[in-house]
């Protein structure tokens, strides 16, 4: 075996990719070798590091240092500065703001990593990097110390919720699963990952994917089963081919396959690929997915514990609540009950994105408030304007106003407060966005991917859909607002599984906390934050304008008009509002009324 | 021997001998795993590109499972494809303000550079055009969204630049 000095993790997810990080990757290598330290330095792949806006982006070991922001043409100062004169090339320094602590010695840390804990610092294809940091530890000792029913024990002991969304105790879900009669059990990994602007379980599977197998492999002894399923979407390549290659690499060890570890247990796991359907996310329709058929939901009961894949008793947990159970066997169910609130232990991971100063993916306790999130750990809202919601729960969630900052982050909590915890999306909105089309979007979304099978769902969002599309486009009648609620419930209520009850929640919730915005569009024919473009006219204010004409040389429809040196007027009819002669405007002359 | 109900059309990939033994190696390999149509079909759509009527149906044949069962999951998801789409996209906006903005001028050019036509594939399968919704950069029309990555302001004579950058992407 190679012994390196140092190593270079190069992220080369598709944001950074796109930014150029195989240039980058290239350029390094070449300037590596032109210094003669390729024998010393050796450049791993991996997926996401941190910054995530902030691409291309390399960390470097042992010392940890991460540098951003980087091109091609940086390599050449890196590798001399931190390689050849070991100094830490400051410029590209990325100021490290979140707190690693793993111990939580340190007081109220606003982030704690454990699902993380290795991502960005290992080598996800090399199972060595993860046995390195203890990996698989937990599971040897399970097999030779623990009993399945003592594995369990720990676990609900832990306090361990699913973090794929609706939060069902984990080891509960995995006694009933040991319960069922029948055999053969399977064991399935949700890894669907379907919700816009979420991306938690990704930085998982592709950046530290053993700790995801370990975890099936730990949950497959508790429950008594031999063949486990990763379900990944398909828009994930790297995620599949990194964890083909984990499994591979794993059996090749003797940690999955026959007789792991010489025990007599005896696990295998198998990836299969989503094909581009959200709602295959939802367990039994995930299930029916795997069995190569539709993906469409059914009713529960029979719940997935006593009829699951092929009718055989089933466990289907959330890529995040695997990756937390070698951490539990190891350092104890106290440990992990010792982070978080009564009812929801441990931390969660959050894909923050909006409009926050730091988007990213973080790690926190349970129990942290919205604003320590958006505020600390986001660095609060950008370009110094006002904070006006955030929305977690994804797009069966809701949105939050400002009253609800300082509330706890569990999942009671949040369903309380009408949103919900979901898997992990979090988007927090300036006071320039618009709530009602907030609530478009995501309708628009859920519309899309409803599956069709039953009515209220199919035909309710789309009735929806309408009616905010009317509302938007200045056309809300008297009595829009209360069919709203009435389809609203209805959707809630009759409809066969999470998607369609859950698709109403961002209108519920938008009525109830911005419900005057609903009316300003109605009634006054007003979008109050100006993003409603039939309800919004652009304007040149006359004392500001200097007639330099660029406003009008830039209207992509000809809507301006005016002599050089006098003042110009936009023709309402005419403009489009594309918003293009306010951007150009040198005097701020162009205002949005 | 695999039954044919519909006529095969000159251009399907199972009138090209290769194809047909690419397609058998994909089924041979998973023939026996359980819920084998979602992992074929996969297999199928990542190695050919598309999986037309005639392949569904051959596929079904193999597996001994109902023509109807491997269309109905074809038609669910939509990462399956019964035309062939190229290994790139190229989107062009036709929200309005990118209507307006010069995206049928733009398609144009992207007619004459590629050959082909919005909703087609270019010979060689590299790249598919196609046009989308707003994708909310109206003040950067007109837009073109190639793979992921939104260009603004592409006005006809930068379009063969746009494309450089995906024939460099697909050198590395
Ligand atoms: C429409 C819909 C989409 C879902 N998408 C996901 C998903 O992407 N990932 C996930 O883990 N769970 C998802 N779920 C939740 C699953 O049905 C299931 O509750 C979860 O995988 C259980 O795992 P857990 O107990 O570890 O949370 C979704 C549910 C619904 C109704
Ligand atoms: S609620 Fe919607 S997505 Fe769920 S089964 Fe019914 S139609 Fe399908
Ligand atoms: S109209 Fe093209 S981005 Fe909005």
New interface residues.
């Given amino acids: 075996m190679k012994f390196y000095r140092s190593h270079v993790l190069v992220c080369i997810d598709?944001e950074c990719r796109?930014k150029g990080a195989?240039?980058v990757l290239?350029a390094l290598q070449d300037e590596l070798v032109a210094n003669g330290l390729i024998d010393e330095v050796q450049v791993l792949e991996t997926s996401r590091i941190g910054g995530c806006d902030q691409g291309p982006e390399i960390m470097v070991y042992p010392e940890g240092v991460h540098y951003a922001n980087l091109t091609p043409d940086d390599m050449a100062f890196i590798v001399e500065e931190h390689f050849l004169k070991g100094r830490i090339a400051k410029k590209f320094l990325l100021p490290i703001t979140s707190v690693v602590d793993e111990e939580l010695s340190a007081p109220t840390p606003k982030e704690i990593r454990i699902v993380l804990r290795n991502c960005g610092k290992i080598d996800p294809q090399n199972i060595e990097d993860y046995i390195a940091e203890d990996g698989y530890m937990a599971l040897a000792k399970v097999l030779t110390e623990m009993t399945p029913e003592d594995v369990i024990d720990e676990v609900m002991k832990s306090g361990l919720r699913g973090r794929g969304g609706a939060g069902f105790p984990t080891a509960k879900k995995w006694s009933f699963a040991r319960a069922s009669a029948g055999t053969p059990k399977y064991l399935i990994c949700n890894a669907d990952e379907g919700d816009p602007g979420a991306f938690m379980n990704r930085r998982v599977l592709e950046g530290d994917p053993h700790a995801v197998i370990e975890g099936m492999a730990i949950a497959a002894y508790a429950i008594g089963c031999s063949q486990g399923y990763i379900y990944c979407r398909?828009e994930y390549p790297i995620a599949v081919s990194t964890l083909r290659l984990g499994i591979q690499q794993a059996r090749e060890m003797g940690l999955l396959g026959q007789n792991i570890l010489g025990t007599d247990f005896s696990f295998d796991l198998e990836v299969?690929?989503?094909?581009?359907?959200f709602v295959c996310g939802e367990e039994t329709a995930l299930m029916a997915?795997?069995?190569?058929?539709?993906?469409?939901p059914r009713p529960r009961p029979p719940f997935p514990a006593v009829s699951g894949l092929?009718g055989k008793p089933t466990n289907i947990n959330n890529v995040e609540t695997y990756a937390n159970v070698p951490q539990i066997i190891l350092k104890g169910a106290d440990w992990y009950a010792s982070m978080g609130t009564e009812k929801s232990k441990g931390t969660k991971t959050f894909a923050l994105a909006g409009d926050v100063k730091h988007t990213g993916l973080i790690e926190v306790p349970l129990g942290i408030t919205l604003r320590e999130i958006i505020f600390d750990v986001g660095g609060g809202i950008k370009d110094n304007k006002g904070f006006k919601a955030v929305q977690t729960g994804g797009p069966m969630g809701g949105c939050l106003p400002s009253e609800y900052l300082d509330l706890s982050v569990d999942y009671e909590a949040l369903t309380a407060a009408g949103s919900m915890m979901g898997s992990g999306g979090m988007v927090v909105m300036d006071d320039e966005t618009c709530m009602v089309d907030i609530a478009r979007f995501f309708m628009e979304f859920t519309q899309d991917e409803s599956?069709g099978k039953c009515t209220p769902c199919r035909v309710g969002t789309r009735r929806i859909l309408d009616i905010l599309d009317r509302i938007c486009a200045g056309k809300g009648e008297d009595g829009d607002i209360e069919l709203l609620e009435q389809l609203s419930q209805e959707i809630r209520t009759n409809s066969l599984c999470g998607l369609g009850q859950g698709a109403p929640n961002p209108v519920i919730s938008t009525l109830k906390h911005f419900r005057h915005e609903y009316e300003a569009h109605i009634y006054e024919k007003k979008c109050p934050a100006k993003v409603c473009k039939a309800l919004i006219r652009y304007e040149i204010l006359p004392e500001a304008c200097t007639g330099c004409t660029v406003c009008a040389r830039n209207c992509?429809?000809g809507a301006i008009t005016g002599e050089r040196r006098g003042v110009h007027v936009i023709d309402s009819d005419i403009c489009?509002?594309?918003?293009?002669c306010q951007?150009v405007c040198n005097f701020n002359a162009v205002v949005v009324r | 021997m695999v039954k044919n109900t519909t006529k095969i059309p000159e251009n399907d990939p199972l009138n090209n001998p290769e194809i047909v033994a690419d397609i058998d190696t994909i089924i041979n390999a998973n023939r026996y795993l359980p819920g084998a149509t979602m992992v074929v079909l996969n297999e199928l759509q990542n190695k050919i590109g598309y999986i037309t009527e005639p392949m569904q149906q051959y596929v079904a044949n193999k597996l001994h499972v109902p023509v109807s069962q491997v269309h109905g999951v074809v038609s669910f998801y939509s990462f399956f494809t019964t035309k062939p789409r190229g290994k790139h996209t190229i989107k062009f906006c036709m929200g309005t303000a990118c209507y307006v903005g010069g995206t049928p001028q733009l398609i144009e050019k992207a007619k004459q550079v590629l050959g082909v036509d919005v909703g087609e594939t270019t010979p060689d399968g590299e790249i598919t055009l196609e046009v989308c919704r707003c994708v909310g950069a109206c003040s950067q029309a007109p837009v073109v969204v190639v793979d992921d990555s939104v260009h603004g302001r592409v006005r006809p004579n930068k379009f063969p630049q746009v494309i450089r950058s995906i024939q460099t992407k697909q050198n590395q």
């Fill in positions: 598709p796109s195989y240039e290239d398909a299969r690929m989503g094909a581009g359907a997915s795997i069995e190569g058929k539709r993906g469409e092929w599956c992509p429809v489009v509002r594309c918003g293009i951007q």
